[in-house]
Every structure is written in structure tokens, then in C-alpha cells.
């Protein structure tokens, strides 16, 4: 069974960087694409990064040059590098996993809260 957890979430002042984890098992994880989505009160969950079995990336303009997603294939885990936190960046953080099926599996998400 695919479990993913997200950890690295927490309050940071807004200008400061946060690294979220996502770590994966019951899966060959290096076959899937994998994504970060965040939702915030009173808002829908919004997509804010992809990266591919193959390395591509893509980002939502929301987060695009302050935000950067890798993998570690060898780990078994994705990453969300988190810079120059905003106010409005405050939200609960979500991993995806989409197999090469498009099956979708996602984490419980991890907390994060920028102070003003």
C-alpha cells in the first residue's frame, strides 16, 4: 500500500526559507510523478509543483523562483525547497504521488505558517 509523509513544516518569519520532505514507500517510487499542493483557509487546494520520473519540473507563477521541487530516487523522497516565505505562502502543504496508472495517493500534509 502507498503511504506518503510530509514533514519539514513550522513558522517561520516571512523573507525566511522552509524544506519540505515527502517520503514514499509501498511503491517503485522512481516511476512516478510526484507534486506539491498546498490549501489554505476558506481556499481550495491549489497545485504548486510537478516533477516528472524523468526530472521535468513545473511550477505554478504563484511560486515560480521562490519554490523549487527534487527528488531522491534513491531515498524515496521528494522535496520542496521553500524560499522567501510569504504571508500568504501560510497553508497546509500536501505531497502527491500519481502512478504511471494515474492512480493518485496523498499524504496528510504538513503545516506551515509564515508570520508577518
Known amino acids: 500500500q502507498v503511504q506518503l509523509v510530509e514533514s519539514g513544516g513550522g513558522t517561520v518569519q516571512a523573507g525566511g526559507s522552509l524544506r519540505l520532505s515527502c517520503a514514499a514507500s509501498?511503491?517503485?517510487?522512481?516511476?512516478?510523478?510526484m507534486g506539491w499542493y498546498r490549501q489554505a483557509p476558506g481556499k481550495q487546494r491549489e497545485l504548486l509543483a510537478v516533477?516528472?520520473?524523468?526530472?521535468?519540473?513545473n511550477y505554478a507563477d504563484s511560486v515560480k523562483g521562490r519554490f523549487t521541487i527534487s527528488r531522491d530516487n534513491a531515498k524515496n523522497t521528494v522535496y520542496l525547497q521553500m524560499n522567501s516565505l510569504k504571508f500568504e505562502d501560510t497553508a497546509v502543504y500536501y505531497c502527491?504521488?500519481?502512478?504511471?496508472?494515474?492512480?493518485?495517493?496523498w499524504g496528510k500534509g504538513t503545516l506551515v505558517a509564515v508570520s508577518s
Open positions: 516533477i516528472t520520473s524523468g526530472g521535468s519540473t
Open positions: 509501498g511503491t517503485v517510487f522512481r516511476l512516478n510523478t
Open positions: 502527491k504521488l500519481t502512478t504511471r496508472w494515474n492512480m493518485d495517493y
